[in-house]
């Protein structure tokens, strides 16, 4: 089970400083129990990406649940930063294609390739600005769909690092990568059958 670390700085601040190491849990989130009632620090784990970042853990046995303190710099469910995928996300929302984007973003990759891998990150990302709209955490919700106009609002080009503290209420039922519930494999083929019919524009 993924919690919030609260961290503002950048993922290679959190590397550098070997953040994880402060990243602490003072008792089960599910039961409240603490150390020496079957609550405990675990082994770290290290995330492909961003290289070289740990993720702290604790275990609960009572609940047989781990925990995995995900610092607010680091995306949930998918490889990279949270400012790496905004910025794949305005480099769509910027460019006059998504092909020009896409190819921009990774030109290393076959053209199929480098669709998925940007479609991944932008998809989740406007879906997830949709859910956030309907919270009422920002004024303008009406206007946030998009990234760039989300730092608009916020006032800070690193918006879904921003945007996570303010969502904390809600982050468990939040889609990723800013919350931590796990997209639906149905979610995703319905999305995909609708990108078929209306291309990769943006959401109005
Ligand atoms: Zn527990």
Redo the contacts with the bound molecule.
Sequence with gaps: MQVRFHYEHTSEEYVRTEAWQSANLGH??????GPGE??SCHTAYERKRPAGAWIARYY????Q?TFSLLPDCIAARLSNSLDEIENVVVTVEKASSFEDAAFELRPELKESGRRRWVRRRVNRVWLMLGIVATLGVLTATHRTLTVTALRNELGTDRALVALRPLVNEHIAHLPTPVGFRRHHESTWKKLKRLQHKVGPDPPP
Aim: hydrophobic share 15%; glycine share 8%; proline share 15%.
């Design positions: 089960c989130p599910l039961c409240s129990r079957g609550f609960c046995k009572p609940c649940t």
